[in-house]
């Protein structure tokens, strides 16, 4: 695979904030295959919250590392300004968020501060470096499907928002910031609505991946019950790793726009969890049952991207479709619930059992 350049004929930098999250770590495999030169902003932590990278990681003494990571946080606009000036990159993606909906509505200001005033004090360390340097950076906002809320679906670019959450309103306002800096500054800005999207580096608190986890666990017997909240609730679930080339897709169009990027296709929890138990051979409704605390106080119903720009613009279709997904990613828990069977038989570790 060739290179792809930069100015001055470098390898192209992309600079991720979110790097160590699900697509920071699939988006930074697409573009190390990509000949980039990629470099990440994480926080700083008493642990190390780097596992999704462990895999791509090379000393960076060695001459080879293609992947750097800098202690920043989106909270922080000095640390900003400053890592976009010393890296000079040719690409920003706007990953990093506060992004459960359900930790929102009980962490409103920081959600607020993370994920709308994180994205608008980026996006003016990118207008000050261009107008400083003159040179040109291209710069994605991870969106969210959790924008439209109550809106009828299907939804697509032209869809009006009505967030229900204190991050959907908060994604909305880094929509409209990123939408301003392009008018305003000619700033080359996209937004990626992404609808949902999932893989086996999704966190353990969302309900996919908390759902697939149990389903591990159940069918080792290390774990007897599941607790969910509204089984009605419809989403649509995508691959988190078909995602991330979407992303990079809008940044090598000639002008910035808007996209929707989704599987046009809808499932609610209650036939995730059918596909989810079904594929090991169980009946979810033995395991399952309903905890009130798992409602939020503005419940989404229906959420179903109308992906039409992006497929014929980009050139973008999703590869991985829904019982794939969940097969995937069971796949990966029941493993990792036999790892962990072996260590609870032999006394290192506790079962952690759930009744």
């Known amino acids: 695979m060739g290179e792809i350049e930069g100015e001055g004929g470098e390898l192209r930098k992309a600079l991720i904030t979110g790097i160590t999250g699900q697509d920071g770590s699939y988006l930074t495999e697409f573009l190390l295959k990509k000949n980039y030169e990629v470099h990440g902003i994480i926080r700083r932590s008493s642990n190390f919250n780097t596992q999704r990278l462990d895999h791509l990681y090379i000393d960076p003494h060695n001459s080879q590392a293609r992947m750097k990571l800098h202690y920043g946080d989106l909270t922080d606009a000095s640390s900003l300004r400053k890592w976009v000036d010393a890296i000079c990159p040719d690409e920003v993606y706007n990953l990093a968020a506060q992004s459960h909906v ?117 069918k080792t017997g290390l774990q007897n019950k599941l607790y969910l909240g509204n089984l009605k609730a419809s989403r649509d679930w995508g691959f988190s790793g078909d995602y991330v080339e979407a992303m990079w897709l809008m940044l090598q169009q000639d002008e910035p726009d808007d996209y929707v990027v989704a599987t046009d296709d809808s499932h609610t929890v209650e036939e995730f969890l059918e596909e989810a138990f079904g594929y090991v051979g169980l009946n979810w409704k033995d395991y399952v049952n309903i905890d009130p605390r798992y409602f939020r106080p503005a419940e989404v119903d229906n959420l179903r991207g109308d992906s039409t720009k992006a497929r014929k613009l980009l050139k973008w279709a999703p590869k991985v479709n829904f019982k794939q997904l969940v097969a995937m990613m069971v796949d990966n828990d029941l493993d990792l619930a036999k790892r962990e069977k072996v260590l609870v038989d032999a006394g290192y570790i506790d079962s952690r059992q759930q009744l």
């Open 102 to 218: 359900g930790v929102s509505f009980e962490n409103p200001d920081y959600t607020a501060h993370v994920v709308a005033t994180g994205t608008l004090s980026l996006l003016e360390a990118v207008r000050i470096h261009v107008q400083t340097t003159g040179r040109k950076i291209k710069y994605y906002q991870a969106g969210s499907s959790e924008m439209y809320g109550s809106t009828p679906p299907p939804q697509n670019e032209d869809t009006p928002f009505h967030p229900r959450s204190p991050y959907a309103a908060s994604k909305v306002a880094a929509h409209w910031y990123t939408v301003n800096y392009r008018e305003a500054y000619g700033l080359f800005a996209c937004n990626g609505i992404l609808f949902n999207h999932e893989s086996p580096r999704r966190g353990e608190n969302f309900v996919t991946r908390k759902i697939t986890r149990a389903v591990g666990r159940i």
